[in-house]
């Protein structure tokens, strides 16, 4: 419940020459709350790919926003998401984070629920009067379950936009990811699971940007002798746009090699028509499906799905999965792999230094007595129009290095919050 009136209208600051934005949207605890209710309890979230719950009985758990979940495909290979709280007294009714399994069996009391939500077993069910209703206690499942190319998306309303507007301006380059390979993509096996000290939109911001590379990432590019990667120049040639519904490109053109490598593999076969194709030789990009999905294209600089979960109003858990094409060699998935572990691994050479740069933010954002952050470059030079609208529309785009999705991205984000000011959530 809301306790006092939020007040959201004094948290940017634009003139035409500068755009502030009020660092309370980073460090706010009631804002975060709000937002949770919003962008994750009142729309759409991503939750996984088809191929982690590829078999019948696969399952894994994740979240929706703060809402613990099951992801199962059940007997008969129909795709669920079940609440992971058990009836009884509210325990996770599944603790692993992955596997196959008919039933899931609550550990504290031992109800057993099938992999299709019914409650199927019950210790002592004598203990229970006569016409205890064990039929209406089964798991809880999530109102709506959806895919797109293969893409799993939740949401807890009933009545949700529909997917596709949803996604919006965002479906061509999901399509561009899936449709290059003949069978689409895969996630391969394993997962890195990480907490980053600092607000979550920070991690969405940082997958965005194009500026801070050859700076926070210059070892890198030292390492693989990749000088183009450096030059902060040839970044700007590239464009970030917003999309629209909180959605944001962080584009590539190929001919500026900013990663070095080259793992983009348009087979024949493939299934994009002749214009998608096209811009598929030549682009890269990482694409934001707001509010909890980074999806990196071939080269830029790794085939990623990072979900992103808010933990608290500076604590975030990042979960990063490595996709490959599905149906091709082994070597070839072995090569993605390996460029995936270079730059996004555990033990690799630029999510580290990423996760650092959010730490130090958050740290400085301490110095509140000028709360404010600048996001004005690029505000002379945005555009409306490219020649990218062949491929698909966006609302503005800027130079790859400028602040224009950022700018873009807050202005929508705070009517968003003041739609629901006053209100009780």
Not at 135 to 142: A, H, N, P, R
Not at 144 to 167: I, M
Not at 225 to 243: D, F, H
Not at 403 to 417: G, P
Request: charged fraction near 30%.
């Amino acid at each position: 419940m809301v306790t006092k009136r939020l007040e959201f209208q004094d948290l940017i600051k634009e003139d035409g020459k500068s755009f502030r934005l009020n660092t309370k949207v980073y460090k706010d605890e009631e804002i975060f709350r709000v937002e949770q209710e919003i962008f994750f309890h009142n729309s759409w979230t991503f939750l996984a790919h088809e191929s982690q719950v590829e078999y019948p009985n696969d399952y894994m758990t994740t979240y929706i926003g703060r809402y613990p979940v099951i992801l199962v495909r059940d007997e008969r290979g129909k795709l669920r998401c079940f609440m992971n709280r058990c009836r009884h007294r509210g325990s996770l009714v599944c603790r692993a984070k992955s596997g196959n399994s008919r039933f899931f069996r609550c550990f504290y009391h031992g109800w057993s629920y099938s992999n299709e939500g019914k409650l199927v077993g019950v210790p002592d069910r004598e203990g229970y009067p006569p016409d205890f209703d064990l039929d209406s206690m089964g798991l809880i499942e999530v109102p709506r379950l959806e895919t797109y190319k293969g893409f799993v998306f939740a949401s807890l309303k009933r009545d949700p936009p529909s997917l596709q507007d949803y996604l919006g301006n965002a479906r061509p380059y999901i399509d561009l990811i899936v449709d290059k390979y003949p069978e689409g993509i895969e996630v391969a096996k394993g997962t890195h699971v990480y907490t980053v000290q600092g607000n979550w939109k920070l991690v969405l911001e940082n997958s965005l940007d194009h500026y801070h590379a050859p700076f926070i990432h210059k070892s890198y590019f030292e390492a693989i002798g990749n000088q183009a990667g450096g030059r902060i120049e040839l970044r700007s040639k590239n464009l970030v746009l917003y999309l629209g519904n909180g959605h944001g490109l962080d584009l590539m053109f190929r001919e500026t090699d900013v990663y070095g490598h080259e793992t983009n593999i348009l087979l024949p076969g493939n299934r994009l028509d002749e214009e998608k194709a096209k811009w598929a030789k030549r682009i890269t990009f990482h694409l934001l499906l707001f509010p909890n999905a980074i999806l990196f294209d071939s080269d830029s600089p790794a085939t990623t799905i990072r979900v992103v979960r808010p933990l608290s109003v500076n604590s975030t858990e990042v979960s990063s999965y490595c996709y490959v094409p599905k149906g091709v060699r082994e070597e070839i998935k072995e090569k993605f792999l390996r460029v995936y572990e270079r730059f996004y691994g555990p033990a690799g050479m630029g999510a580290p230094d990423d996760v650092e740069a959010i730490k130090a933010v958050d740290q400085g954002m301490e110095a509140d007595l000028f709360p404010w952050n600048d996001l004005s470059r690029g505000l002379h030079r945005e555009i409306r129009d490219h020649e990218l609208k062949e491929l698909g529309d966006f609302e503005v785009a800027g130079n790859g290095t400028d602040d224009t999705f950022y700018r873009a991205f807050y202005r929508w984000y705070v009517k968003k919050l003041e739609e629901v000011e006053g209100h009780e959530l």
